[in-house]
Every structure is written in C-alpha cells, then in structure tokens.
C-alpha cells in the first residue's frame, strides 16, 4: 500500500498466538476497496496514493502484522461496498458499523470517532438542531451510515439522496436541499475546497459516527488481529494521526436565543410546566456547553502539534494560504523560512527521546519570541519547523530574522540530561519573487535549507541566491 505514515512513531511488538502468526503467513495480502473521496478519512491524493486517517492505521497495521494491503481500484464507495458483498474484496478500511450491517458483516472495534453535523445556508432556512429538520428536504450521501440513522430514527425528514459530499452542499447552496449532514471534517474541507461561503455548520446532530474496519467471512480471524493492532497503538500516536489530518473549521450558529422550547402554557398547568422547563432548558443548555467544549477540543487538537502546541502543517497552509491571497491584492512582499535543527538527532539518540521532546519544546519558545505576532510559525515535522513573514517583509527583515533566530538556537539548552548544543539551518523563498504559489515556494525553501546544510550548516541561503550563481 503506497502511503507515507509520518505521524507513527517505530511499531512496537504486539502478541500474536501461533495460530494467529500461521493465519497470516497464509495471508500475506489483503485486497482492499476504500472511498477514494472521503477526506480525510480515507482519499486518493493528487498523487495517486491512498491517503487519510484510515490509510495510517492499515500503515502501522503493514508494519506490525508484515503483510501488504492492496488497493481494489473502484469508481464509488458503493462499488467498492458492492464488491465486498460479492466476495470479491478482503476488507473496507473506512466504515461505520450499523445495525443493519452487523447482521451481515464482521466488524473490527471502532479506531475512530467522528461527529456529524448539520450545514445551512446563511441566505436560507437556519437548522438549529435536528428536530428543526421535520419535514424539511435534506441531503444525504446514498451509501452512507448516516441514511440508516435518519431513517431509522427521524422518518420524518424528507432524505434527498445524492452521490457525493460535493453534490449534496452544491444542493443546500442552490437553495435546492434545505440542509447537508455528514461528518464533521468531510463537511468541512468540502466547504472550503467548493468555496461554499453561504454555507455554515449550523448544528451538531446526535449521531456520533464509529468507524471501524469490515472484513469478510472466510478471513474471518483477520478482525481479532486488527483489533490487537488498534489496541496497541497509543494515545500519542492516535492524536498524531489526528492532528496530521483533521482541521477543522466551524462556523457555529447555535445560541440560546435561537432555541425556542414551549408557548406560553395554561394558566392552571403554570407551576409545573414551568419546573419541567427550567429542568428542560437547564440540561440542554448543559449539551451545548458540553457541544461546544468538545468542538473547542477537538478543533485545538487538530490544528495544533501536541509536544510544542505550534500550530500544525495544515494550519501553518490555511494561514498562510489567505496571507498570500493577501499579499497578492495589496503587492505585498512575504518570505518563507524553512528551518532544520542541526544536530537534533544526535541529542535526541544520546540522550532519549524525553530529552528530544523538551528540547523542541524549548526551541519552540526561542523561535516565537524571534517573530512578529503577525506571523507565522508552525512545527512542520519532525526536527523541522517553519515561518512564514508577512505585513510586506523585504530582504532586510528576512536576513535580520534569520540571523536572530541561527543566534538564539545556537545558545546552550537546559535538559534533564545535561546542557546540550544545536544548530539550525535555513532556507528561504520569498514571494512574488520565487512564486506565487505557496506549495512551490515551501518547496524552494526547503531546497534552500538543504544548501544551506551542505555548506556547513547552522547558516541561510535564499533560493534566489542560488539562481543567480548558477546563471554564472
């Protein structure tokens, strides 16, 4: 299975039986059928390469069962469902467990939990909750989990259903569906990805979505396996895959205001009506505190890197992404800073692990404090970390910043295990001069850093630089 897993650390031992470690010297391949559009839980990227957070866990489960997955190239979601009926496909690495499909598939444990929401249009009907929904038109992705769950529990809404996550939001948009559901970060990067901005993240719903993994019949000892895998996968590593591919933004309608629970009762039923109100209205706005206190959590959880609480990869690009838009329409200059700690590994070989955390930790703070508020800064991976200089930042700010920051990694750091000693390495591209895409100019700084290491390390090397002395 071509994947690149970086959020999951070298795989630990797990505890096979030996009929277990023969089932899979039988098996060594297992064909699987995925949702090629599914982000970012399960996709195909630009690439080609299966991707999302059910790809990492089949990737730690390659490398600490020794098998191989193999992808069933398919159309649709509902093909690939189709050919697992048939037999004809080993496993679905991205599917919910209800009912329903209990009675006709084996099922691993859930590895994963994601919320469903409800999507409105700012210029339309407002759903405040999902008993708002009665009666009313909504969207839903034929195939999906969350078809049974409405049907089952809310036949009282009229289902509209539709081929892909896209198509159902292009529907609410157009004034054509009163409201979309599905799962939270798939509604929201296909908010962002269509550009739908009319439309807002209006509810939760109460249909909390388990994805598991299902496995057919004859390979029936395969589920028990994977579940041994999940289980020794830690929370550290779970929040890293989270935190890889989750980034959600949600525009939240809900208020108290906007709910309204009863009209004015009977003058002889007041007393009690009014204390099953007060009860009513007290645990309800006791959900919405507790809705909004997970919301907050988990949208912290996956826009943040959990040792230096940096913003992550994704959020560093969705900032950096409208910084640019920005810069574009005022002419602005900005500059990329791509930055590698010289001799991060050593310590961290040297001294553990522990030791290596706290010194990105401790790195980290150094590097916030060599920057303005107005920019930048994310762990980009790894040893490395990145800046992005905004507010028209010319060659000098780039330079005097770079500098600052090679002075302040240089300083002695204060560890558990001793003083230790690193360096940093920097590449930096600038925009509209290098590129005005932000991926192409990330890449130039990073092969700008690289420069700058093979000359020696703890410097900085512009990428223009470089063209100019090879056009000598």
């Not at 690439?47 to 020794?66: F, H």
């Not at 969350?146 to 009282?156: G, L, R």
């Not at 980034?247 to 208020?255: D, H, L, P, Q, R």
Request: charged residues 25%.
């Amino acid at each position: 299975m071509a994947n690149e897993t970086t959020a999951i650390s070298a795989p630990s031992k797990i505890s096979l039986s030996d009929e277990e470690k023969r089932w899979l010297d039988l098996h060594s391949e297992i064909i699987i059928g995925i949702d090629q559009h599914w982000y970012p839980y399960e996709f195909v990227d630009n690439e080609g390469a299966y991707s999302g957070i059910s790809a990492d866990y089949l990737s730690v489960a390659e490398q600490k069962l020794g098998i191989k997955f193999r992808i069933r190239q398919t159309q649709s979601w509902l093909e690939a469902f189709d050919l697992f009926k048939q037999n004809e496909i080993d496993l679905l690495p991205g599917i919910i467990a209800t009912e329903s499909r209990r009675k006709e598939f084996l099922f691993t444990t859930s590895y994963f939990t994601t919320p469903t929401v409800i999507v409105s249009n700012k210029k339309g009907f407002y759903a405040s909750s999902i008993d708002s929904l009665s009666e009313r038109t909504v969207a839903l992705v034929k195939g999906f989990a969350i078809v049974e769950y409405i049907q089952n529990n809310k036949p009282d809404i009229n289902l509209k259903l539709v081929k892909s996550i896209e198509e159902g939001l292009s529907l609410v948009d157009q004034g054509k569906a009163d409201a979309y559901i599905g799962a939270i970060a798939g509604v929201n990067s296909n908010i962002i990805r269509g550009d739908f901005q009319q439309l807002i993240i209006s509810a939760f719903t109460p249909f909390d979505l388990k994805v598991s993994m299902a496995v057919k019949d004859e390979l029936a000892p395969l589920a028990p396996i994977l579940n041994k895998v999940f289980e020794s996968i830690g929370n550290r590593e779970r929040t890293a895959i989270t935190n890889t591919w989750l980034s959600v933004k949600v525009e939240k309608g809900i208020s108290f205001n906007n709910i309204v629970l009863w009209g004015t009762p009977p003058f002889l039923l007041l007393s009690i009506i009014v204390f099953i109100i007060f009860r009513l209205n007290k645990g309800l706005k006791a959900e919405i505190i507790r809705r909004k206190h997970v919301e907050k959590k988990l949208k912290r959880q996956a826009q943040h890197d959990p040792l230096t609480d940096l913003p992550n990869r994704r959020l560093f690009k969705e900032l950096a992404y409208f910084s640019l838009a920005k810069a574009q329409r005022d002419a602005e200059k900005h500059a990329i800073l791509f930055i590698d700690i010289d001799g991060f590994k050593k310590v961290n070989d040297e001294s553990g692990h522990q030791s290596g955390d706290i010194l990105l930790q401790q790195i980290s703070h150094r590097l916030k404090n060599c920057i303005r508020d107005s920019d930048i800064i994310a762990r980009y991976g790894g040893d490395e970390f990145i800046v992005l200089l905004n507010n028209d930042a010319h060659r000098e700010l780039s330079e005097k910043v770079a500098n600052k920051i090679i002075k302040v990694i240089n300083e002695p750091f204060e560890l558990g295990s001793g003083t230790k000693q690193v360096g940093a390495s920097i590449g930096i591209s600038t925009f509209p001069d290098d590129g005005k895409e932000l991926e192409s100019l990330i890449r130039l700084a990073d092969k700008a850093m690289y420069i700058a290491k093979s000359k020696g390390k703890n410097h900085y090397k512009f990428h223009s630089s470089l063209l100019e002395k090879s056009s000598f």
